[in-house]
């Protein structure tokens, strides 16, 4: 295994080790290369790579955190392929991003993992990550959804003196976006 700084050359093995690791939740390479183009310059940001056999078969970061920017307040991802894992690629790809944060003198460190990944949950665990805050996931199968069964909601709703609409609805308001994560939190 060798460890390296992963570079833009890197982003279509990126999205094979997501879309692989995340079947649920599925990007493709434009929507990984649009997300680099908009990263927020100034930040502190290292993305590194794990390579088996000249292969890119894992990727971790840390980046400061733009919605709740401190300067020693970093995010942190280590991704590894399902076929890669348990094998040491994870933990080496953790250490070599606690290695680099070091010069940053972290105060907290954040990651995410959802409950019903196990191994994953042990991994936070046992390098002493805490739950901080849960998030809920929703989704709707379009293919099967049934609309009639709501048949009045809105308007039962509407008629308690809420609108709803959709953001784009609410692109004339410039506090819009404040009002959508004001909601979320």
Same mark, same amino acid.
């Given at each position: 295994m060798n460890i390296r700084p992963a570079t833009l050359e890197d982003t279509e093995a990126r999205v094979r080790v997501h879309n692989a690791s995340r079947p649920d939740n599925q990007i493709t390479l434009e929507v990984a290369l649009h997300?680099?183009?908009?990263r927020k310059q100034g930040l502190?940001?290292?993305? !590194?790579?794990?390579? $088996?056999?000249?292969? +890119?078969?894992?990727?971790?970061?840390f980046s400061q955190l733009e919605w709740m920017f401190h300067p020693q307040? !970093?995010?942190?991802? $280590?991704?590894?392929? +399902?076929?890669?894992?348990?094998?040491?690629?994870?933990?080496?790809?953790y250490d070599t991003l606690i290695e680099h944060l070091q010069a940053y003198d972290p105060i907290k460190l954040i990651t995410f993992t959802r409950e019903d990944w196990n191994d994953s949950i042990k991994f936070v665990e046992k390098r002493g990550f805490e739950v901080e805050f849960r998030e809920w996931e929703s989704r709707l199968d379009m293919t099967t959804f049934d609309p009639s069964q709501f048949s009045g909601t809105v308007e039962k709703v509407e008629a308690l003196g809420y609108k709803l609409c959709s953001?784009?609805?609410l692109s004339t308001d410039k506090d819009a976006l404040r009002k959508v994560y004001d909601i979320d939190v």
């Open positions: 997300s680099e183009k908009v502190a940001f290292q993305r !590194f790579a794990a390579e $088996v056999d000249k292969e +890119p078969v894992a990727f971790a970061y307040k !970093f995010d942190m991802n $280590v991704l590894v392929h +399902p076929d890669y894992r348990k094998r040491g690629i994870g933990s080496a790809l953001l784009a609805e």
